[in-house]
């Protein structure tokens, strides 16, 4: 080796500490981006980065280039250790990460090994200007990015922590006082909106006439009951011949036990679980469902792959009972017919929120799963939606002649006439 290179870093070690580092972008933290998936450790900490250079002018007398060192290394424990959630996280998994870290700067060379321990005790002290912006900057970051996710993935108790989460540490100086504060106010606004969009809370025990136009031939036969469950609010609908009392469960998003109490109740007989689409809110209870009624489960056959992926379904914070697989046992396709006795159910393939999201169209009434819901559509930014082709399935139901109740995912039930007004992504 030249002269020259001997004062580089060995490339063996460079790459085995880039190696290591890579570890940040496989691990994924808490918080959910805007698209609708989890946000990797090394995201957290770039844009942790970005933060701290665009408040150079804020801070003038503060070494910002080391606050933008300590945003980039303040995480790299979680390459080894993967993250857990500030309200999970205990005094020992600090120690243990901390330990981890220490040992790992050992292993590193000069001037590295030197200026990374010095780096992380300035970082742990939290006396420096520096150390305390990083500090704050660092729990900001983890709420914005939670003001930018879906609010259907907070878990309940962020509600309140999303307004408490780093006031303490943003308390050292009057700039991070405001910039908490202007925070704080997204947050309200969203939350406030949240409430405001119309998702329905109350189980309703008989809808079928709610929007009605008198001229249903199955106005006589058809009965649905409308449970909302689980945290997305979904709406679970149990449609049953009045006269022979067999009923198919839509949907069946979470909490079996209130399923099973509804058919129990009013003495039904279940012949069906079909559901809308493979998105989790919809399908929690499925597995459940199918062994105690060893009823047949029905799903477009584009979603079906959904059902059987464990990770998939359990990958979103409010699920508290994990899923069990769920092997389709009916694939339905454009034009497939579903029959409860001799009620005639049509299925309509409507890609956009999922590419094999479903509709249950019958004689005067349309089961629209996320595709139409009250004043809107379903997300298209999460896995596989697609906004093209989500406007082309609006623009095909409201193609159809006549009018039909819309019995959505969520919201309330609305009218086809009603939604041939306008349909805006509601996402």
Same mark, same amino acid.
């Given at each position: ?379 298209? &930014? ?5 906004? &093209? ?39």
């Amino acid at each position: 080796m030249c002269a020259e290179m001997r004062k580089y870093m060995r490339l063996d070690k460079y790459l085995e500490i880039l190696h290591r580092a890579e570890q940040l972008k496989n691990n994924t933290r808490h918080s959910w981006t805007s698209s609708g998936r989890r946000e990797s450790v090394a995201e957290h900490s770039w844009r942790l980065a970005l933060m701290a250079y665009f408040m150079k002018d804020t801070f003038e007398n503060i070494d910002i280039n080391k606050v933008i060192l300590m945003c980039l290394f303040h995480d790299m424990g979680e390459a080894f250790t993967g993250d857990i959630p500030s309200f999970e996280k205990t005094s020992e998994d600090s120690d243990r990460e901390e330990k981890i870290v220490s040992e790992w700067i050992g292993t590193l060379p000069e001037p590295y090994r030197g200026e990374l321990a010095e780096l992380f005790g300035e970082m742990k002290a939290q006396k420096s200007e520096e150390a305390k912006l990083y500090k704050a900057l660092d729990k900001m970051e983890a709420v914005i990015q939670h003001n930018e996710a879906d609010i259907r993935t907070w878990l309940p108790l962020e509600y309140e922590l999303q307004l408490t989460y780093g006031q303490r540490e943003t308390d050292f100086c009057e700039a991070a006082r405001r910039l908490k504060e202007y925070v704080n106010n997204d947050t309200r606004e969203k939350i406030k909106k949240a409430e405001t969009a119309g998702y329905v809370k109350e189980a309703v025990s008989d809808i079928t006439d709610d929007a009605s136009d008198g001229n249903d031939r199955n106005t006589g036969k058809m009965g649905v009951i409308r449970l909302v469950l689980g945290a997305c609010f979904t709406n679970c609908y149990v449609v049953y011949h009045r006269h022979t009392k067999r009923c198919m469960i839509i949907d069946p998003a979470d909490e079996a036990g209130k399923i099973t109490e509804c058919i129990e109740k009013n003495g039904l007989i279940p012949s069906y679980i079909v559901i809308t689409h493979g998105h989790t809110d919809h399908v929690l209870a499925a597995a459940d469902l199918a062994d105690q009624y060893n009823v047949l489960v029905a799903v477009s056959r584009i979603d079906a792959w959904r059902l059987l992926d464990e990770e998939l379904i359990n990958d979103r914070p409010y699920v508290e009972k994990p899923y069990r697989p769920v092997r389709p046992s009916v694939l339905l396709s454009e034009g497939d017919e579903i029959w409860l006795d001799d009620i005639r159910f049509s299925i309509m393939i409507l890609p956009g929120h999922t590419p094999g999201s479903m509709a249950l169209r019958t004689e005067n009434a349309i089961f629209t799963g996320d595709t139409m819901l009250a004043g809107g559509h379903g997300k298209t &930014s999460l896995y596989g939606g697609d906004e &093209s082709a989500m406007k082309e399935s609006i623009k095909r139901l409201k193609d159809l002649d006549g009018n039909y109740i819309i019995y959505p995912g969520h919201k309330e039930t609305t009218t086809l006439d009603a939604e041939r007004g306008g349909c805006p992504n509601i996402g």
